[in-house]
C-alpha cells in the first residue's frame, strides 16, 4: 500500500481521522532515516493547532490499577464531559527479545470501544523516563486531531521515570491502601514532582483504610517545602472500578490548571515542557549522527568486544569512540 503523503497525513489529522492519526504516529516513531524529513514536516506543519490540550501523565507501581483508572476516567471524559480523549500507553520492551506486549487496549475495554477516544500503545524500546522514545511528538498529533485532553500512562515508578514530568501539565500519583509500608516503597523524588496523589482502591469495605493512607500521604506532603508555583498537591481516595472520586480528581486537576494559569506559572512550565523537547531532540539527533556513521560502526564491534572480554574498561572505550568521532567532524 502506498504511503500517504505529508498533505494526506496533516488534512487526516486535522479532521481528527483516527487511521491517518495512527500512520502518522508510526511514521514519527520510525527510526528510518527516509522517514526523517516527512515526519518533520507533518509535525512542523500541525504545531500551531496544538497546544491547548490538557496534558496528564499518572505514575503509580504496578498493580495500582493505572490502566482501570484511565479506563473509568476517559468514560467520564467521553461521555459527561463530552470531550475528546487520547491515551498514551507505555508498555516495557523486553531486554531480551526488545519486544513488548502492547495490550494496554484489552486492559480498558469501556474506553477502546468510544468513537471520542483514540487509545496508542506504544514500546520503551529502552528509552528511559518511563515513556516512548516520541511520546512528546505523539501527545502534539493528539492535540491537531482535536483531543482536549491527552493521558500519558507510564510504565511505573522507577528511578528515571522524571521525564513524564517534563512534558504534562499534572502529574499524577496513583498509589494503593494497605500495601506495606507505602511511603517507603516510592521515591522522594518523585513525591516532590507530583501534583497530585489518588489513593485506589477504596471500595469493597477496605474505605478506611484508604482514608488512613490518604491521612498519612497528606501528613507526609505537608513535610515539604512550599513549592514556586503556589499549588499544594491533594491527595483523594477513589475507587477506579466503581468510579467513586474519579470525578472529583478531575475538578482537582482543572482547579491545578486554573490556579496556574492565573499565576503565570502554567505558560511558564509550557516554556519549560519545549526547552526539554528541544534538549531531548538534541540527544536523539546526535546518538543517531553517531550510531549512524560509517567509521564508528566499523570500530563499534572490536570495542565492544574489547569491554566484554574485560581488555578494556566501558568508560575507556566510550572516551576513545567519542573522541574518534569527535576529530574526525572537526
Known amino acids: 500500500m502506498q504511503r ?51 496534558r496528564v501523565g499518572i505514575t503509580g507501581v504496578p498493580g495500582a490499577g493505572k490502566s ?25 520492551s523486553s531486554p531480551i527479545s526488545h519486544g513488548s506486549i502492547l495490550g494496554d487496549k ?10 471520542d477516544a483514540f487509545i496508542r500503545p506504544s514500546p520503551a524500546r529502552g528509552h528511559l523516563g518511563g515513556v516512548a522514545r516520541r511520546t512528546r511528538e505523539t501527545m502534539l498529533l493528539c492535540e491537531a486531531a482535536g483531543y482536549q485532553n491527552v493521558l500519558v500512562e507510564t510504565v511505573g515508578v522507577g528511578q528515571s521515570e522524571t521525564a513524564v514530568r517534563s512534558m504534562t501539565d499534572f502529574f499524577l500519583l496513583l498509589t494503593l491502601a494497605g500495601a506495606g509500608d507505602e511511603l517507603q516503597g516510592i521515591k522522594r523524588g518523585i513525591i516532590e514532582m507530583i501534583d497530585g496523589m489518588a489513593v485506589n482502591k477504596a471500595d469493597s469495605g477496605n474505605e478506611a483504610n484508604a482514608e488512613r493512607t490518604r491521612m498519612m500521604f497528606a501528613n507526609a506532603l505537608h513535610l515539604f517545602p512550599a513549592r514556586p508555583d503556589g499549588w499544594s498537591p491533594q491527595v483523594t481516595t477513589i475507587s477506579a472500578l466503581t468510579g467513586k472520586g474519579v470525578p472529583e480528581l478531575w475538578e482537582t486537576i482543572l482547579r491545578h490548571r486554573a490556579q496556574l494559569e492565573a499565576n503565570g506559572f502554567f505558560a511558564q512550565r ?55 568521532f569527535r576529530n574526525k567532524n572537526t
Not at 461521555?79 to 498514551?88: N, T
Not at 484489552?106 to 468513537?115: S, V, Y
Not at 516554556?271 to 528541544?278: E, R, T
Not at 539527533?285 to 569491554?307: N, Q, Y
Request: glycine share 4%; net charge negative; proline share 4%.
Open 270 to 324: 509550557r516554556k519549560l515542557q519545549a526547552l526539554d523537547w528541544m534538549r531531548e531532540l538534541i540527544s536523539i539527533g546526535l546518538e543517531d549522527i553517531f550510531r549512524t556513521d560509517r567509521d564508528i560502526a566499523a570500530r563499534l564491534p572490536k570495542m565492544e568486544s574489547e569491554v566484554k572480554e574485560g581488555r578494556t574498561s566501558a568508560f575507556a572505550a566510550a572516551r576513545e569512540l567519542l573522541a574518534f
Open 68 to 92: 482501570t483508572l484511565i479506563d473509568t476516567l476517559g468514560m467520564h471524559l467521553v461521555r459527561d464531559r463530552r470531550q475528546k480523549v487520547a491515551v498514551l500507553t507505555v508498555d516495557p
Open 4 to 54: 500517504p503523503s505529508s498533505r494526506q497525513y496533516i488534512d487526516g489529522i486535522l479532521r481528527g481521522d483516527h487511521v491517518v492519526l495512527a500512520q502518522a504516529i508510526t511514521l514519527i516513531e520510525s527510526e528510518l532515516p527516509a522517514d526523517a524529513s516527512l515526519a518533520a514536516e507533518v509535525l512542523d506543519t500541525v504545531l500551531p493547532h496544538t497546544g491547548k490540550g490538557q
Open 106 to 115: 484489552t486492559r480498558m475495554e469501556r474506553l477502546a470501544l468510544e468513537e
